[in-house]
């Protein structure tokens, strides 16, 4: 298109692939440490009754669960695997990540381990969003589409959740322990 620069043969697309790089490789290194620092809190912290409602407990509460529990076991048994690969899904990323933080694996393998992810997870979304970024300055029926799509989606998830608590009162209200 006339007077569009074209990232990939005018502009320098690479320094948007560092960025995301770096952004992905903090935030990761990030989840790794703070899932480590709740597994230390929750260490120092079981045996103390006074402590139970400090920050760092309630942080290791959040760490501790059958999602993460889950997330953990998964690590420990794929490792080297599993971390590049966490890098590809959608909502286990960040579980994975934290479990080997809270399982406390070792920082310099996890960080070996995760350097391929983190150039995977950029080069997804660099080519996902200069894709979507094209589509949109292309055409403008691709942003419009894309407009309706997303409100129709907002549109049916604020519709479920106004029918959800409806339907959860009276299932709760005629149970059988309240009738008793």
Same mark, same amino acid.
């Given at each position: ?15 948007? /692939?560092?960025? =995301?790089?770096?952004?992905?490789? #903090?935030?990761?290194? &990030?989840? +790794?440490?703070?899932?480590? *620092?709740? $597994? ?46 966490? /890098?590809?899904? =959608?909502?286990?990323?960040?579980? #994975?990540?934290?479990? &080997?933080? +809270?399982?406390?694996?070792? *920082?310099? $393998? ?68 309240? $009738?008793?």
């Amino acid at each position: 298109m006339p007077g569009i620069p074209d990232v990939v043969s005018d502009g320098p697309w690479w320094w948007l /692939f560092a960025a =995301l790089v770096v952004i992905v490789f #903090v935030r990761t290194q &990030a989840t +790794y440490w703070l899932a480590r *620092w709740a $597994r230390a809190g929750a260490d120092a912290v079981a045996d103390r009754a006074e402590a139970q409602h400090s920050r760092r407990a309630r942080i290791a509460r959040r760490f501790s669960g059958p999602t993460m529990t889950k997330a953990q076991a998964f690590t420990e048994r794929w490792g080297w695997i599993a971390i590049p690969l966490s /890098f590809l899904t =959608l909502g286990i990323q960040s579980l #994975v990540n934290g479990g &080997a933080g +809270y399982a406390r694996m070792h *920082w310099g $393998r996890y960080t070996l381990a995760m350097i391929p992810g983190c150039l995977l997870w950029a080069a997804a979304y660099e080519v996902v969003g200069y894709s979507a970024f094209k589509a949109f300055t292309m055409s403008p029926w691709a942003l419009g589409g894309s407009v309706v799509l997303v409100a129709l989606a907002v549109a049916l998830l604020l519709r479920r959740r106004r029918r959800e608590p409806a339907a959860q009162a009276p299932a709760t209200a005629s149970s059988p322990a309240e $009738r008793a």
